[in-house]
Structures are given as C-alpha cells and as structure tokens.
C-alpha cells in the first residue's frame, strides 16, 4: 500500500524538526559556560557600583592584629573629676554635677573627710555601683 499525502507530510514535518532539535544542540554546546577559567567568571564592583569584569588595584594587605573584634576601646579617662555639689540632704548623700559631662553623679557624705554643703566645688572620683556611677574620694576645691 502507498502512504498518503497527508502521512508523507507528517513524516517531513517530523524529520525538520529532529534537524533543528539537532542544530539547537550543537548550538548550545558550543556557546555553553562550562568549563570557563575561574578568573572568568568572576565579576567585580568598582568604586562606583557598577559591575566590571576587570579586577580592582591590589591595596596593601591588612594584617590580623590590626583587626579589631567587638566594642570600641574604651579611652583612659582622667580618674579625677571635678565639679559642683547641686543637692545635698540631710540623710548625708547628694548630687555632685560634673564641670565638663554635665552629668549628675552619686555621693554619700561617709566618702568625703570634712563636711560638705550645696554649692561647694569639689574633686573626685567616679565609681561604677550596682545602681550607677557614684563619687569616692571627694576633696574640696578652693
């Protein structure tokens, strides 16, 4: 028996498309990215944020002690402070106003040698307390 013409059609039709499936192939193994050089397939960000291909300038190398890890260094204060007592009351303790925080700092009369009224400018020492910073050793200043 002869094919039909509508068979022979058909028969074309799937032989044209097993060439270009076949050429696509090809195609893709030609323009495929595997087996590329690491170096290039690497891309960059210069200074400006755009993306290169061209590496930037090598810089001088940082070395490990030069890394610091965690919090900032804490700079050594000066360990006498000054300033002016601004409440005192009758129980013994009161408020001392450091000259250059401005910051209101605990006393308690028992840290001070002579007796001490509202007004009197004094030295002294800051101490880190359960409840805050608390003055010791304070001195009258004249």
């Not at 690491?38 to 002690?65: A, Q, W």
């Amino acid at each position: 028996m002869a094919d039909s013409f509508s068979k022979k059609e058909n028969f074309k039709k799937k032989l044209q498309k097993q060439k270009e499936k076949a050429l696509r192939r090809e195609e893709r193994k030609e323009n495929n990215n595997k087996g590329k050089n690491l170096e290039e397939m690497f891309s960059y960000v210069d200074e400006f944020g755009r993306i290169t291909n061209t590496p930037p300038e090598k810089r001088d190398e940082i070395s490990l002690e030069d890394i610091q890890l965690g919090a900032a260094p804490i700079e050594a204060e000066e360990t006498t402070k000054t300033g002016i007592i601004t409440f005192f009351s009758e129980k013994g303790y009161g408020f001392i106003t450091e000259d250059r925080s401005k910051e209101n700092v605990f006393f308690h009369q028992n840290n001070c040698p002579v007796p001490l009224k509202k007004g009197n400018k004094v030295s002294f020492e800051k101490e880190k307390s359960a409840k805050g910073f608390s003055a010791i050793n304070i001195q009258l200043v004249k």
